[in-house]
């Protein structure tokens, strides 16, 4: 299936201990070029979210962000209470030795480092949660870049129908316009008052025939078109192999402009480009 390499996801989980969300942005590049953002927490997840990436995508720069936000609610205070004795003793034994001058607080003794904690949050489950969204949000990114390839294919198909009916113009004109081109070339000599000699004639006009030959031009134009089509429908990566056909559907187009011999057949060539052009600019956005 044609895909394109520019598309976007974002997916978010609410969960008791806070909220998780994945942003995915891609856009085309040669290769395949991930660029994961994730906070201290995750990091260990790096390792098998690259793995994701390259089994399910062929090029492309993709950035990755997750972000995580704790929730924020009210948690009981813990009392350390072994701590709190061992303060008690201590105090004790001090007052023991310098005597009673000192008594330590009941807010004093809560300042104490360690005396007070909050209700700690399990975070064990959040990196399996995390990398279970970022699965649902490869497979939205994926199927954006279907949509938006199946749109591009659309597209280069129109001008593959445009090049070909391009093509059969130039085909059926062509023998005509090399009929046109003979009496033209009796014409002027006939202008010069120059006597023809019926073998010297045949030669220019042989020489003009085959220069004006495109034939084997646009019998390539129509290959390559064919081996386009077949390549959109193609399962896997293509955008390399279209670009190479874009890069042999302007070569044809150009000798067919270079061996032109009526302005109609250089408009037509003209026309073919500007259709390549557009399909090779269609073309760098596929995976």
């Known amino acids: 299936m ?11 989980q609410v969960l008791d201990t806070g ?10 590049q040669r290769f395949l070029d991930p660029q994961l953002r994730l906070p201290d927490q995750f990091h260990a997840l790096e390792p ?5 990436l390259r089994n399910r995508l062929n090029r492309g720069k993709v950035e990755c962000q997750l972000r995580w936000h704790p929730a924020t609610q009210e948690s009981e205070l813990q009392v350390n209470e072994a701590l709190v004795k061992q303060l008690n003793a201590a105090g004790d034994r001090v007052n023991g030795i310098v005597g009673p001058t000192r008594q330590y607080s009941v807010l004093e003794l809560l300042q104490w480092p360690g005396v007070l904690a909050a209700e700690s949050i399990d975070l064990t489950e959040l990196p399996a949660a995390a990398l279970i969204l970022f699965e649902t949000s490869l497979d939205e990114l994926i199927a954006h870049r279907e949509r938006e390839g199946q749109a591009l294919k659309g597209l280069i198909e129109q001008r593959l129908d445009a090049i070909l009916a391009i093509v059969a113009q130039v085909q059926k004109n062509l023998p005509s316009i090399l009929a046109q081109q003979r009496q033209n070339l009796k014409d002027r000599l006939a202008e010069l008052a120059t006597e023809l000699d019926p073998q010297r004639l045949e030669q220019e006009i042989a020489l003009l025939a085959n220069k004006a030959d495109v034939a084997e031009e646009l019998d390539r134009l129509v ?9 959109l429908q193609q399962n896997q990566a293509m955008g390399r192999r279209l670009d190479f056909l874009m890069q042999e559907l302007n070569r044809e187009a150009n000798t067919l402009s270079s061996k032109s011999i009526v302005t109609e057949t250089t408009l037509n060539a003209v026309e073919l480009k500007v259709l390549i052009e557009q399909m090779r600019e269609q073309v760098q956005n596929i995976e």
Do not use: Y
């Open 2 to 12: 044609t895909r394109s390499m520019t598309a976007f996801a974002r997916q978010e």
């Open 48 to 52: 098998k979210l690259r793995d994701l």
């Open 223 to 231: 290959t390559h078109v064919e081996e386009v089509r077949h390549t």
């Open 19 to 28: 909220t998780l969300s994945w942003e995915l942005r891609s856009v085309n």
